[in-house]
């Protein structure tokens, strides 16, 4: 069985991963259990960069191989934010809360056909020898005028993808991880996992 570290501290980006490569001979290690965690500053100016600088702390931590991701969510009424700066829209110390606000604030006076947007997602997997691989997911939607649903995390109450007339926070978790740009990603990544020698 194949080790990576999950980097993400993040419950519900865990249990999508999980999910989403269950039938790759793979065994995931958690934040849980690698504690102490490394303080990592994401400073790079795309989600890629801040994929691997996430991926390549986490493997100079643990000498092991390492999958991380970035996310955002990019409102063309805002020409794209908040984008790499979704987690901490609100600023430093942002929650979900306080980023949502901060958007539907924002966006009070933009109609209902003006408020499309995306997530994307870039996933990076980093062995200790410098090996990368990545892919790139993206799922086109917009912004509701008012959030609906529980589920999810992040901005998915307030995000109805393309073709369908319920938010991410409403939609199942197995429905959503079928059409999420998190998905997509994984899934591109495991694609070219299985087409090379890198789990060996």
């Known amino acids: 069985m194949f080790e990576i570290v999950l980097g993400t501290a993040n419950p519900g980006k865990v249990n999508e991963i999980v999910k989403l490569w269950s039938d790759l001979p793979v065994r995931f290690i958690t934040k849980e259990q690698m504690e102490p965690w490394p303080d990592i500053v994401e400073s790079g100016d795309t989600y890629l960069e801040n994929a691997l600088i996430k991926a390549r702390a986490l493997v100079e931590f643990s000498s092991k191989p390492v999958l991380a991701d970035d996310s955002g969510i990019e409102i063309d009424a805002l020409d794209g934010a908040p984008g ?8 430093s110390g942002a929650t979900d809360a306080s980023n949502n606000l901060r958007m539907a604030h924002l966006l009070l006076d933009v109609p209902e056909g003006s408020r499309t947007a995306r997530y994307r997602c870039v996933a990076v997997l980093v062995k200790p020898d410098g090996t990368c691989l990545d892919a790139e997911g993206v ?3 917009s912004i509701a005028l008012v959030p609906e649903g529980e589920g999810g995390f992040g901005y998915d109450p307030w995000f109805v993808p393309a073709g369908q007339d319920k938010t991410f926070g409403q939609l199942s ?9 998190r998905g997509e990603a994984l899934r ?4 070219k996992l299985k087409s090379t020698d890198f789990l060996t």
């Open 139 to 141: 799922c086109e939607g």
């Open 173 to 181: 978790a197995e429905f959503k991880d079928s059409i999420s740009h």
């Open 84 to 91: 790499v700066k979704s987690a901490r829209f609100a600023g």
């Open 188 to 191: 591109r990544l495991a694609e």
